[in-house]
């Protein structure tokens, strides 16, 4: 001890406590070791998780692509370094010290913590992914693969063939998918637990800067005030298709046939699909052709994954579009969603950090992704471009269009808000879907009916995206409505405005692009407006 100048008694610090805490400023500064041995530097970060996701990507494309078996073993042991904690504090201590920027910090340490996150569950996930790819059920001595199950019972006209094939459907997902998604759910809450958050839904929230309070109140807003609209749309369709059934005695594999649109099919031909596509994105003053940056796989191959996918394997240099041909609008529908993310990657301004060219908020692609898909409910769009003139077939087409526009999106209100019991509540899950479901629902169910979606939903929150791109493209669409008129798909103007928002990738959030466009806040009144104003258009003369 040693005496300071008034008298008091003072610990002396030695030489040993000045060097360790030295060194431990010093560590806290320095970068922990890159696969090289050498320090890392934010670049050099940046350049190691992107090529971590392209080789990652490059995998899951070709399981989707081709149905080929893939070992992600090896990649995920290359990559080991990333999963070090360490490199959180690092990116952390650095925004501390104002050598980088916040926003930056925060998708950065997003995705590595995503990464620790994600490591020790692989395993499961790609057990899971794999059963899934490779499943063959057999239906009265014929073998399906599971991923063609739905297409099929989707196009099957008879009632007893769509039953026996969702029943054998409905045997796999009991018997071999849900008890391995069931492992995924398990080991994201203890994994979850392990990084310092009470489960996976706190997780998601804090490191997607997510509000899920406020998110849930929309969603259950959203449910009640597209009740009433949503059961005078199913009662319709159901009318239509099925005379002879009430709407209680529809079943899960009945309903896939109140969105066919087969008696629209002449105006979306297969050989149409690419050239009106090429017509569109030409009326914006973009050639498709020239980009030279996009490909386009249109191949119906058995193995291939029926839904439809952008692969922005490195953005904005190599980007892929998956789709499954198999004839009719959903073909167009789903091309037109893809062509949104693509051109909204190809599009990006390759001189912006690897976290605002991948690693934003996904809700801001899926905008763009709706806002190109719903052109096929513009009434110009599809007099003119499409060729539908009729008036009344026109009025048809629209209302059913917004039939399964609002069972979409009520499907992924509800799913919101189980996933946040799923991940948040130590439940009984299958309890928990029958209770949401029924509330939420206007279908009634059979109990083998519940317990295949009690594990089948989007797991990991993906359908926040959906949810926000939703209130988002309802804003984009009026304000493309505002500047450029009705027919905006056919100004090069309009082009000029999307290729504004897209050369600026993840750079702003949902909200921000709703205040940039004049609004307070981003908010579902818009589009409640948007599907109001669309059932008052659609519905049915006396």
Not at 123 to 147: K, N, P
Not at 263 to 284: H, N, Q, S
Not at 380 to 388: D, I, K, N, S, W
Not at 410 to 427: N, P, Q
């Amino acid at each position: 001890m040693r005496r300071t100048e008034r008298g008091e008694l003072r610990p002396r610090r030695t030489i040993t406590a000045i060097i360790l805490t030295a060194s431990a400023a010093l560590a806290l500064a320095q970068a922990p070791p890159g696969p090289d041995g050498f320090p890392l530097t934010i670049e050099s970060l940046r350049d190691e998780l992107e090529n971590f996701a392209y080789e990652l990507a490059e995998a899951y494309y070709a399981l989707d692509a081709y149905g080929e078996e893939v070992d992600t073993g090896p990649i995920y042991e290359k990559y080991a370094f990333l999963d070090d904690p360490v490199l959180v504090d690092w990116l952390r201590s650095l925004e501390k010290d104002g050598r980088l920027d916040s926003r930056s910090c925060r998708l950065l340490a997003r995705d590595l913590e995503g990464n620790l996150l994600w490591f020790p569950i692989e395993e499961f996930y790609y057990d899971y992914l794999s059963t899934e790819a490779s499943g063959v059920i057999e239906v009265g001595g014929d073998e399906f693969m599971y991923r063609e199950l739905d297409d099929i019972i989707f196009r099957e006209d008879g009632r007893e063939m769509r039953r026996e094939l969702w029943e054998a459907k409905r045997g796999f997902i009991v018997g071999e998918l849900n008890p391995r998604l069931a492992e995924i759910v398990e080991a994201m809450r203890r994994e979850s637990r392990r990084l310092g958050y009470a489960d996976f839904a706190d997780f998601y929230a804090r490191t997607h800067g997510r509000d899920f309070g406020r998110l849930a109140a929309d969603c259950i807003y959203l449910l009640g005030a597209t009740r009433g609209m949503y059961e005078t749309l199913a009662t319709e369709r159901v009318r239509a298709v099925f005379p002879d059934l009430a709407l209680e005695e529809v079943r899960s594999y009945d309903r896939g046939q109140l969105w066919r649109t087969d008696g629209y099919d002449r105006y979306f031909t297969a050989e149409r699909l690419i050239p009106l596509m090429l017509e569109f994105t030409e009326g914006l003053g973009i050639d498709f052709t020239a980009l030279g940056n996009v490909s386009l796989d249109a191949e119906n191959r058995p193995e291939k994954e029926p839904r439809a996918a952008c692969w922005p394997m490195r953005v904005p240099e190599d980007i892929r579009v998956l789709v499954k041909p198999t004839g009719g609008f959903t073909d167009y529908e789903t091309l037109f969603h893809e062509l949104g993310h693509a051109l909204h990657f190809a599009y990006t301004d390759p001189e912006l950090p690897y976290e605002f060219r991948l690693l934003g908020d996904d809700a801001v692609t899926e905008t763009y992704a709706f806002t190109l898909e719903n052109v096929f409910e513009n009434p110009l769009f599809l007099e003119l471009a499409v060729g539908m003139t009729d008036e009344e077939e026109m009025r048809r087409f629209r209302r059913e269009q917004l039939f399964a526009e609002v069972s979409s999106l009520r499907g992924y209100c509800t799913s919101f808000l189980y996933e946040m019991v799923l991940h948040g509540v130590e439940a009984d899950p299958l309890e928990s879907y029958v209770e949401l479901v029924d509330w939420a629902g206007v279908w009634s169910r059979t109990a083998q009916e519940y317990d295949t979606g009690v594990y089948l939903t989007n797991e990991d929150f993906y359908t926040t995206n959906y949810l926000y791109a939703w209130m988002l493209e309802a804003v984009i669409r009026r304000e493309l409505v505002r500047r450029f008129g009705d027919d905006w798909w056919r100004e090069p103007a309009a082009g000029d405005f999307f290729q504004g928002l897209w050369s600026r990738g993840y750079l702003l959030t949902p909200e921000e692009i709703a205040v940039e466009l004049g609004h307070a806040e981003l908010s579902p009144v818009p589009l409640l407006e948007r599907l109001l104003a669309e059932d008052e258009a659609t519905r049915p003369g006396d």
